[in-house]
């Protein structure tokens, strides 16, 4: 996994597909931590609900579906159905490897969508990788 490194400039926590068991308040990726949208007419952040966080039970990864922004691809305007705007999302274990049906990328290679077998995490458990 050689992602870029984010930094909380960019309201980044981490590396996509690094697990971040530090904490469980993190800076709501929609809203970018300011807990209002712009684009609505400066209206109270429907994921944070004006605060600018978000908690996410540890262990955490960043989103692979929407690369940790919390918005859908195709309309900017809509929360990744994934992480549900939150830019972060709870896994099961800390011992995680890439997803080996979309290489990490959690998109179906051919459609775009969210990968079936990562639930568009980019990540799975190493103990699934065992029965494939």
């Known amino acids: 996994m050689d992602w ?10 981490g ?4 697990v971040l068991n530090n904490k469980e308040v993190y800076k709501c990726a ?3 931590g300011t807990g209002r949208i712009t684009f609505k007419a400066n209206a109270r952040c429907p994921v944070c609900s004006g605060s600018g966080t978000v908690k996410v039970a540890a ?3 960043i989103c692979g579906y929407c690369d940790g922004k919390g918005r859908a691809h195709l309309n900017k305007d809509l929360i990744c159905n994934i992480c549900r705007g939150k830019g972060i999302i709870n896994i099961e274990s800390h011992e995680i490897e890439s997803c080996p049906a979309c290489r990490g990328t959690a998109k179906e290679l051919n ?3 969210p990968c079936l077998d990562c639930k ?4 799975v458990p190493k103990t699934c990788l065992n029965h494939t």
């Open 4 to 13: 870029k490194t984010f930094d909380w400039k960019s309201q980044r926590a």
């Open 15 to 18: 590396r996509r597909g690094e």
């Open 30 to 32: 929609f809203c970018k």
């Open 59 to 61: 262990p955490a990864v």
């Open 111 to 113: 459609s775009g969508l």
């Open 120 to 123: 568009g995490k980019g990540v």
